[in-house]
Structure formats: structure tokens, C-alpha cells
């Protein structure tokens, strides 16, 4: 997306939140009934009816939250916000499983 | 029968949600002594306890820097003429000038291996010694010491023994086996003579055994100093693992806590405060201006998606169908069904990906 630093931000959201939802969106479609983990691969049916059943309101909830929360961490002005409001959320979301100590700019 | 969710699986599902953020985000506990009030209170105790001194003897030690600089030459090739055909002064000087140039390169690689040893000894000192420091410390380190660890980290890390040091002591040391081989080789075709230069070959061959004997000590410096580089290397991959092991303990965000959802207001509000839609179309425009083939593209496998996905499905169950059917199962049924999977997670992954190119 182009224009001001704020909709590059916003792209930068985007981006997170489409690998998070195409991740959410294959499971669900591999729990999908007579799919993939129900015939192919015989996989209990009731954790594939919970998986299907639970998976669009998770989506529904981490995919807002991903975008606001890389969008505003990705632009100076919001970063002050986000880190003075919810650091702990903005490490959450940024968490990446890599070795750092507890500054948040080296993780 | 379709089952929809009810407002009781909902409101799970939400709880879920949060809750799986705040344990994503969930670091040990031990953080921050300054901004937390607990750990301050703590911090005297620890100082009364020992376990706050390992903080000072490493800050106060100065650290082993595994550095090793690259020999300064490669090992003198000894220029052997044949024995039969040359003159003896000649070879006499050629032998005399090898051995000088022998014996300082083993001089030198004596004391390289002098100060690898002593790099070595260093520095398994101070391993040892740290292991013991963050044993008696324990998991309860303080943020400074979380930094000075990680400091420690990166300074190993950007002084790791160079990889074309060993690679040139090994040269080194293949280049002295070949000419310990032609030494003896030409050791053993020059032939004892009866003659007036009976002197001067006596003297070309005690040159050529004190030449043979350098070569062997040079052979046996560079590969107590190859071993000693490689241990070197060894030691400081150790170190470097001792210390990523213990970093992994250490908090890297703090504890979620109320504030979390007044920031995330707060941030949705701000969010919502920049879209401004006369900017957003102009960037759009211009956006579409400028990359309108792909952002096509993207729209057009979108559409064709969403128009094949009944087709898609009704593929899905057809390849469940012969499934455990001895006589038709195949992989390819599977296969099938992955990519039948596949096609469809893909539209809400294509519609971020256009408005992302919007």
C-alpha cells in the first residue's frame, strides 16, 4: 500500500495477519468433515468438530487484534503508545522464540 | 444436522483467545528489578545472600578474548637442486638459508601456540568459573545481568576463531610433511664421496639432517597448535551454548497485566483516528497506477476461487470416497485432498495479499 508511513504500517499488519489467517484457514479446512484429517487420516472426529467449530471465532479475534497491534508498533508515533500502554501485548504479538534479554528493540 | 455455536462457545472461544495471548506474551517471572516492586525489595536479599556477586565479578573481570591472528607467512618451500648435476656451495647455501628460514617459522609457530595455550587456559578457567557463578545464581538474574550476558554473547560471537586460521595451519602442515618426504628423498640419493669435497658433503649432510630435524619440529608445533586451535574453537562453542542456554531463561517481556487491554484500546483508537479516506483512495490510486498487473492477477485467482469453490469442495468428497477401499485407494487421492485443502485456505490469505498490493 502506498502513501504515508501510516498505510505502510498497515500493509505491514496485513502481511502478518494473512499468513496468520491462511495458517488458521488451512487447519480448518484439513478438519473439515469427510476432508483430509476426518477420511484421509482418521483423526478424531470430535476434536476435528471442535477445531472446525472454534477456529472462525479465534480468527475473528487474532486477526483484528494482528493487524492494530503490527500496524501501530510499525510507526514511530504508535510505538511510544504501544510500548507505554501495552509492552506486554506488543511482546506477545512480536514474540518471536529467538534469545533476547528484555529490551523489546532486540527482539 | 449443522451445529452453529451457541453464546456459551462463543464466549469460550473469546476467553481462549485472550488467554492464549496472555501466555504467548507470558514471560518468567522474574523481571524488571527496577520497575517491579517485588524484585526490589528482593534485590537487598540477594546481595546479603551471594547471589548478587557473580553480577560484580563479571563486570569487574576482564573478559578472555579468544583472538588469534593468521600466521604471518606460510612455511619456507626448501629449494632442493639435484644432487648429482648441482654444485655443492650451491646446495650447501640453498640448505643454509632453508634451515635459517625453518628455524624462525618454528620459532614462530611456538610462540602461536604459546599464546593459544594460554588463550585456552584462559578461557577454560573462565568457563568453568562462570558455570559455577550462574549455577549458585540460579534462574533469579537480574535484567543488568541479563544484559551483560548477552553482551558477552555477541563479543564471543563476533571474535570466533576465524575459519581460515585452521584451514591454514592445515596448510601449513601438509605443505612441511611434503618436503619432510623430499628431504629424505633427497637425503637418500646423495651419494657418500671418497674426494677432495668429502668436507663440504659432510657438511651438506649434517645441514640436511638439521634440516629434517626442523621440519619435524616444525610438523609437530603446528599440530599442537592445530589441536590447540581446534579445543580453542571447541571451548568458545561451548561457552557460547552456556550462554544461550541461560539466556533462554531470561524474561524478554513483562507480565500482561490490566493496562494490557486499556493499551490495545488505546492503540485501536489511534488506529482508527489515522484512516482517512480521501488519503487512502489516493493511495489506492496511485497504488493501482503503479502495480496494477499484479493486484489483477490476485483479483482474478480470487474470483476464480470463489466461483470454483463448490467445485472444489464436491473434489474434496469425491477423493474421501474410495478411501479405505483396498482395491481404489490411492495416494493421489490424498494428495488430492491436500491441495483440494489448500485451495481453499487460500482466498482470505489472496484478499489480504490484494489489499495489501491496493
Known amino acids: 500500500m502506498e502513501g504515508n508511513a501510516f498505510f505502510a504500517a498497515l500493509s505491514k499488519g496485513f502481511t502478518a495477519a494473512a499468513f496468520i489467517m491462511f495458517l488458521l484457514a488451512f487447519v480448518r479446512n484439513v478438519a473439515r468433515k469427510k476432508g483430509l484429517g476426518e477420511s484421509h487420516f482418521h483423526w478424531n472426529p470430535n476434536s476435528l468438530l471442535v477445531i472446525r467449530r472454534e477456529i472462525p471465532l479465534l480468527m475473528a479475534f487474532v486477526i483484528p487484534v494482528t493487524i492494530i497491534t503490527t500496524s501501530t508498533s510499525s510507526t514511530p508515533e504508535a510505538f511510544s503508545l504501544m510500548t507505554a500502554w501495552s509492552p506486554a501485548l506488543y511482546s506477545g504479538v512480536h514474540r518471536t522464540g529467538d534469545i533476547c534479554a528484555t529490551d523489546h528493540e532486540s527482539c | ?358
Not at chain 2, 149 to 168: N, P, T
Not at chain 2, 184 to 197: K, Q, V, Y
Not at chain 2, 240 to 258: C, K
Open chain 2, 1 to 358: 444436522m449443522k451445529q452453529y455455536p451457541t453464546r456459551y462457545s462463543i464466549l469460550i472461544t473469546w476467553l481462549a483467545g485472550v488467554l492464549l495471548l496472555c501466555f504467548s506474551a507470558f514471560p518468567a517471572l522474574a523481571e524488571n528489578s527496577e520497575s517491579s516492586p517485588v524484585q526490589s525489595t528482593k534485590a537487598p536479599q540477594q546481595s546479603d545472600d551471594g547471589d548478587q556477586e557473580p553480577e560484580k565479578a563479571e563486570e569487574s573481570r576482564p573478559a578472555v578474548q579468544p583472538e588469534l591472528e593468521k600466521g604471518t607467512d606460510s612455511p619456507p618451500e626448501i629449494k632442493l637442486p639435484q644432487s648429482a648435476d648441482a654444485d655443492i656451495h650451491e646446495q650447501v647455501r640453498a640448505l643454509q638459508a632453508s634451515l635459517k628460514q625453518r628455524q624462525a617459522a618454528v620459532l614462530e609457530s611456538r610462540e602461536q601456540l604459546n599464546y593459544a595455550e594460554s588463550v585456552l587456559t584462559r578461557l577454560q578457567d573462565e568457563y568453568k568459573s562462570f558455570e559455577l557463578r550462574l549455577e549458585k545464581a540460579g534462574l533469579n538474574l537480574t535484567a543488568s545481568y541479563a544484559d551483560l550476558l548477552k553482551q558477552r554473547l555477541e563479543r564471543l560471537q563476533r571474535q570466533s576463531i576465524a575459519e581460515d586460521l585452521i584451514e591454514g595451519i592445515e596448510s601449513k602442515l601438509s605443505t612441511a610433511r611434503e618436503e619432510q618426504l623430499r628431504l629424505e628423498e633427497f637425503e637418500a640419493i646423495a651419494e657418500p664421496d671418497d674426494g677432495a669435497r668429502s668436507q663440504l658433503l659432510s657438511h651438506r649432510s649434517e645441514l640436511l639432517r638439521n634440516l629434517h630435524k626442523a621440519v619435524t619440529e616444525h610438523i609437530d608445533a603446528l599440530n599442537e597448535y592445530y589441536n590447540t586451535v581446534t579445543a580453542l574453537q571447541d571451548q568458545v562453542q561451548d561457552y557460547q551454548e552456556l550462554l544461550q542456554q541461560r539466556l533462554f531463561w531470561l524474561p524478554s517481556a513483562v507480565v500482561v497485566n490490566a493496562e494490557t487491554a486499556g493499551g490495545l484500546y488505546q492503540s485501536a483508537k489511534w488506529f482508527i483516528s489515522q484512516l482517512r479516506f480521501d488519503a487512502l483512495s489516493n493511495a489506492i490510486t496511485r497504488s493501482v497506477s503503479e502495480r496494477g498487473e499484479r493486484t489483477g492477477l490476485v483479483a482474478l485467482l480470487l474470483i476464480v476461487l470463489v466461483i470454483k469453490r463448490k467445485k472444489i469442495l464436491n473434489n474434496l468428497l469425491a477423493n474421501s470416497r474410495p478411501i479405505g477401499n483396498v482395491g481404489q485407494d490411492r495416494t493421489a487421492f490424498t494428495l488430492h485432498a491436500l491441495m483440494n485443502s489448500f485451495l481453499l485456505a487460500c482466498r482470505g490469505f489472496l484478499c489480504f495479499r490484494w489489499l495489501l498490493w491496493c
